[in-house]
């Protein structure tokens, strides 16, 4: 029952869709993970607004699905509920927030999954789970009636096993939502320090793909620094006071980001103003290129027991190539791709302009058909 928190009977003969416990569905409580919000948790007077499209397209919602606590961390372990089984391997974390979310989606469960992508939480457990994710601009789609986290870079996007389930869990979202008529052909290279062996498959899809390929530089520093600033600002006002109210009810990995916050809150101002300068790198980078290309994970996914209470350090790894574009508020695909010699996959992200779904669905769907022959 790990992978999901509340079991629904949907019947009917649309799609079967998995909703992350976040996300508020009529009748049902909205637990997000915790047993803190769980306790005083009342069922749902509406439905969140991102379920209207799913509701008037007949969908099937099965359930509602695990999570990392309160959606906080990238592992997507759960002291509560237990933790969503990674199909490709149990022993690796599946990945976090939207855990459930990939399991659901990975193991059958589902057709697609909604998820929520605040510094990665779509992203990073596609890329463990070895399926697809769409991380969405930010405003794109509505977050009323979400449990928030961080607003500035609170996202909803879909999960699937493959592009044609991301595409349709996007035409859920967004009824009338089509991929772009041809994918992109210019595509920047964002090159990274993470294992060899990932960044080499980045590079043998994107050359299967025939693009041209261009290098760019960007400052990640920059865009992390944005994004943790403001991140923990908004986190901290999210949820302090739930954890106040029932401290037992919160897990301690959530407790310690809690505690942590007082470190960055004061320089929020200072985030704020390097997210305008993160922005205006991005938009730069977009002059010249239609999408950038990079892996969505540095490594591949670590096992459970290598997760200690000081493993601050692979936290912020595994969320390093996310959580800048995030703090951009652009949309960002995650797919799996071949690793020559891993018995794991990789997973490449694109990432595109403001608004530029379409064409990432596009180009995505060309990357999946390439590396397939």
């Known amino acids: 029952m790990s992978t999901f928190i509340t079991r629904l009977d949907a019947t009917g003969t649309g799609p079967r869709l998995a909703v992350k416990d976040i996300i508020d569905i009529a009748g049902v409580p909205t637990t997000g993970g915790s047993r803190a919000l769980e306790r005083v948790a009342?069922?749902?007077?509406?439905?969140?607004?991102?379920?209207a499209g799913a509701r008037a397209a007949g969908a099937r919602i099965v359930g509602k699905?695990?999570?990392?606590?309160?959606?906080?961390?990238?592992?997507?372990?759960?002291?509560?509920?237990?933790?969503?089984?990674?199909?490709?391997?149990?022993a690796l974390i599946?990945?976090?927030?939207?855990?459930g979310s990939a399991v659901a989606v990975a193991a059958g469960d589902a057709d697609v999954a909604y998820g929520s992508d605040t510094g990665g939480s779509v992203r990073i457990p596609a890329a463990c789970c070895g399926v697809a994710g769409l991380k969405t601009t930010h405003g794109r789609i509505s977050c009323d009636g979400v449990w928030p986290l961080a607003p500035s870079f609170d996202t909803i996007g879909p999960l699937a096993r493959d592009i044609a389930g991301v595409e349709l869990g996007m035409q859920l979202l967004e009824p009338g939502f089509t991929a772009a008529s041809a994918p992109a052909q210019r595509v920047g290279r964002l090159r990274t320090s993470g294992d060899p062996t990932i960044e080499a498959a980045v590079d043998v899809a994107l050359a299967a793909a025939g693009f041209d390929v261009v290098p760019v530089d960007l400052d990640f520093d920059l865009g992390a620094a944005a994004f943790t600033a403001i991140y923990f600002a908004e986190f901290w006002a999210a949820d302090h006071a739930l954890a106040e109210s029932d401290p037992d009810g919160i897990g301690d990995d959530v407790k310690s980001m809690l505690a942590m916050a007082?470190?960055?809150?004061?320089?929020?101002?200072?985030?704020?103003?390097?997210?305008?300068?993160?922005?205006?790198?991005?938009?730069?980078?977009?002059?010249?290129?239609?999408?950038?290309?990079?892996?969505?994970?540095?490594?591949?996914?670590p096992r459970i027991d290598a997760i200690q209470p000081d493993s601050m350090e692979?936290?912020?790894?595994i969320s390093s190539h996310t959580s800048p574009f995030n703090a951009a508020g652009t949309p960002a695909t995650a797919q799996p791709i071949p690793a020559a010699g891993s018995a794991?996959?990789?997973?490449?992200?694109?990432?595109?302009?403001a608004g530029g779904e379409e064409l990432l669905v596009a180009t995505a769907r060309l990357v999946e058909d390439a590396v397939r022959r």
């Open 262 to 301: 007082d470190l960055f809150r004061p320089g929020l101002d200072e985030g704020r103003h390097q997210r305008e300068q993160w922005i205006a790198a991005i938009t730069s980078a977009f002059a010249d290129v239609e999408l950038l290309a990079l892996p969505t994970l540095p490594i591949f996914p």
């Open 94 to 99: 599946p990945g976090g927030s939207s855990s």
């Open 314 to 317: 692979l936290l912020i790894a």
């Open 42 to 51: 009342k069922p749902a007077e509406r439905d969140a607004a991102c379920l």
């Open 65 to 90: 699905v695990n999570l990392h606590e309160l959606a906080v961390l990238p592992l997507g372990t759960n002291p509560w509920f237990g933790t969503p089984t990674n199909p490709l391997d149990p």
């Open 344 to 353: 794991l996959p990789a997973s490449l992200q694109l990432v595109g302009p």
